[in-house]
């Protein structure tokens, strides 16, 4: 949403920070993503509770987190109920490749190592004019959870 606030109403964004963009690289581009079994599918809101089993395994397939942050994620799940699947199939679905490029003002892509689209920041940097890459180690793709710190120090040091 922010870059395409940016791309279409450029007087509104003089900088922008991209994180946890889903970039699938192409061939020769970087490592390729692995898309976890059922990853995006429904999840069928069961009267007995089972679905919250398989909101669960879901939370849990990037990383290893504190309790805290996977029931916050967990709770995200409850809040959308049978639309919370909805956030990553339309994520996926954005024609990421050529609207990057649209993008005019100065921008940080703020990657960690251990997200799962780590490989492809790198290319989302180079196409992105006038764009920095910012890499926190041993990060993973809840960042801005699990390492808040070093995510406001990298954000903060671009602006």
């Given at each position: 949403?922010?870059?395409?606030?940016?791309?279409?109403?450029?007087?509104?964004?003089?900088?922008?920070?991209?994180?946890?963009?889903?970039?699938?690289?192409?061939?020769?581009?970087?490592?390729?993503?692995?898309?976890?079994?059922?990853?995006?599918?429904?999840?069928?809101?069961?009267?007995?509770?089972?679905?919250?089993?398989?909101?669960?395994?879901?939370?849990?397939?990037?990383?290893?987190?504190?309790?805290?942050?996977?029931?916050?994620?967990?709770?995200?799940?409850?809040?959308?109920?049978?639309?919370?699947?909805?956030?990553?199939?339309?994520?996926?679905?954005?024609?990421?490749?050529?609207?990057?490029?649209?993008?005019?003002?100065?921008?940080?892509?703020?990657?960690?190592?251990?997200?799962?689209?780590?490989?492809?920041?790198?290319?989302?940097?180079?196409?992105?004019p006038n764009s920095k890459l910012a890499i926190i180690k041993n990060g993973p793709i809840y960042l801005d959870r699990a390492m808040p710190e070093k995510f406001a120090e990298a954000i903060l040091k671009f602006l």
């Amino acid at each position: 949403m922010a870059a395409e606030t940016q791309i279409t109403h450029p007087d509104r964004v003089s900088k922008l920070v991209l994180s946890g963009l889903g970039y699938k690289p192409e061939p020769g581009e970087g490592a390729p993503f692995e898309e976890p079994p059922n990853f995006m599918s429904p999840v069928e809101i069961k009267p007995d509770g089972s679905h919250l089993m398989e909101w669960w395994r879901r939370t849990t397939l990037w990383g290893d987190y504190t309790l805290e942050i996977l029931e916050e994620r967990m709770l995200e799940y409850i809040k959308a109920g049978p639309r919370g699947e909805e956030e990553h199939v339309t994520a996926m679905a954005y024609d990421l490749k050529s609207r990057l490029p649209l993008i005019t003002c100065p921008t940080l892509v703020l990657t960690a190592t251990y997200d799962p689209f780590f490989s492809g920041a790198a290319k989302v940097k180079d196409s992105i004019p006038n764009s920095k890459l910012a890499i926190i180690k041993n990060g993973p793709i809840y960042l801005d959870r699990a390492m808040p710190e070093k995510f406001a120090e990298a954000i903060l040091k671009f602006l």
